[in-house]
């Protein structure tokens, strides 16, 4: 089984800065993971698939980059809607998938 | 639009059987090649996948939770369905219905496991 870790468990940042999160698997995924934000009380939302192409309607502030083992998410301005939890999902054996644990982002 | 909606029973009592089923509107459920899903969230941590079901009725599971699993469909009613034998309280959780890849998913319904 392949495992995502996710880092860090918590970022503290304010509108208008830049938000890095990562996601290292246990062994290669290819280009194949995927980064949903979830806010409280909603299913999650797909961001960014194949490490790095934005879902449809995804505002171009998010992006994804990485392959292989680690991959990043990047959000270039934080908007007050960003501050929700992110988690990282791989592909690579579809439809056999994992999630990552999880990254909360909070307002500072 | 596709629309997922999943019901059931809220409450289920421990070694006991969940079952809950995924009704699929605004399309059909074998018109495509996308696998159904269903994953779970524990109140207050993340997201994990139960197991996928093709409309022919392919299916694979999460071998953590392989042996008390059944995913079935029913493309008659265009609903597929979860269940899950033996719970305990650690199965308490929102559970969700999606297709995963073109990011459909049901609201989620909880279920606790309580006798």
């Known amino acids: 089984e392949i495992v995502l870790t996710q880092s860090p468990a918590t970022l503290s940042l304010s509108p208008g800065e830049r938000a890095t999160l990562s996601c290292r698997a246990s062994?290669?995924?290819?280009?194949?993971l995927a980064w949903y934000q979830q806010k409280p009380g909603q299913a999650p939302r797909l961001l960014i698939y194949?490490?790095?192409n934005r879902a449809t309607g995804i505002p171009a502030r998010f992006s994804g980059s990485g392959s292989g083992t680690d991959f990043t998410l990047t959000i270039s301005s934080l908007e007050p809607e960003d501050f929700a939890v992110y988690y990282c999902q791989q592909r690579s054996n579809w439809p056999q998938y994992t999630f990552g644990q999880g990254t909360k982002l909070e307002i500072k | 639009q596709l629309q997922l909606q999943e019901s059931g029973p809220g409450l289920v009592k421990p070694s006991e059987t969940l079952s809950l089923t995924c009704t699929v509107s605004g399309g059909s459920i074998s018109s495509s090649s996308y696998y159904w899903g269903w994953i779970r969230q524990p109140p207050g941590k993340g997201l994990e996948w139960i197991g996928s079901i093709y409309y022919s009725g392919s299916t694979y599971y999460n071998p953590s939770l392989k042996s008390r699993v059944t995913i079935s469909v029913d493309t008659s009613k265009n609903q597929f369905s979860l269940k899950l034998s033996s719970v305990t309280a650690a199965d308490t959780a929102v559970y969700y219905c999606?297709?995963?890849?073109?990011?459909?998913w049901g609201q989620g319904t909880l279920v606790t496991v309580s006798s």
């Open positions: 062994q290669s995924v290819s280009s194949y």
């Open positions: 194949d490490a790095s």
């Open positions: 999606a297709d995963p890849a073109r990011d459909y």
